[in-house]
């Protein structure tokens, strides 16, 4: 029975998102239980594109991702695909009606990582467009459920989270992307010379993404709400701690945020939440 293999397959995006990221696998446990497996599919697609262009040293990166992609519209095509990851997530675009200029979006950031890119604040954008904006879209596009009035007012504030995201994970691991990687994504940034002053200016322009991001939070249904701001004080958590340490100290070390510690947030979370104190 496919139905059988369908449930195979959403259970190894699960099983993705749970090996790669604890802070969100805790936020998909919190929202509503209807919409966890169609996140888990987005997660596990991003995530398996991500990791052929950041982890595949030795092998043809370029033609593993262009496999990917080309894997991934026939799957979108025939409605099925022998890659589970590939079979969850097409299920998903067309129960949700996820538009496919977001998924090719994403794919060009991801091909944007396979050569040295010098980051002009143009590219800065684009990339951060496809890698982490769009993402927040499809995941939109699950959490309103066909209501596109609401997708539409709240598709701004959902790109400003996954931007929020990304620049963070941008600023933890700039040690790892620039030494393992030869990656710089923050717009004309001289390593050589990062500063209190550089780190400081990243830093509001984060500070200000979250600040709107909220905003869109506190709209979202109840469903998804929990969740999304359960990822959302991770984040905030993360980005607090690091804007605590020196530049020197960023370049020398992955700051992270411990497991007991999420699960304090968790609760504290789900504290607010209760009493409706977002």
Known sequence: MKSLFDHVSVEC???TTRAYSTSFSLGIGFLGKEIRHPIYTIYG????ADEIVDSFE??????LLAEFKAETYRAIERRISLNPILNAFQETVHRYNI??????????????????????????QTYILGSAEVVGLMCLHVFTNGDM???RELEPYAMKLGAAFQKVNFLRDIKAD???LGRI??????????????????????????KEALIGIKRLPASSRGGVYLAYVYYRSLFKKIKRVTPAQVLTKRIRVSN??????MINSMVQLKMNTL
Do not use: W
Request: hydrophobic fraction near 30%; charge should be negative.
């Open 178 to 180: 620039y030494q393992g």
């Open 45 to 48: 697609f991003v995530r398996f």
């Open 260 to 265: 007991p510690h999420k699960f304090g947030l």
């Open 185 to 210: 994504y923050f717009p004309q940034i001289d390593m050589s010379n990062f500063t209190t002053e550089v780190k400081k200016e990243i830093e509001q322009e984060i500070e200000q993404d979250f």
């Open 58 to 63: 030795g092998y043809d990166k370029a033609c």
């Open 13 to 15: 995006s699960k099983l």
């Open 99 to 124: 538009a496919h200029d977001h998924i090719e979006t994403f794919l060009q950031s991801m091909e944007m990582d396979l050569a040295k890119v010098d980051y002009t604040p143009e590219k800065y």
């Open 149 to 151: 009035k609401l997708y």
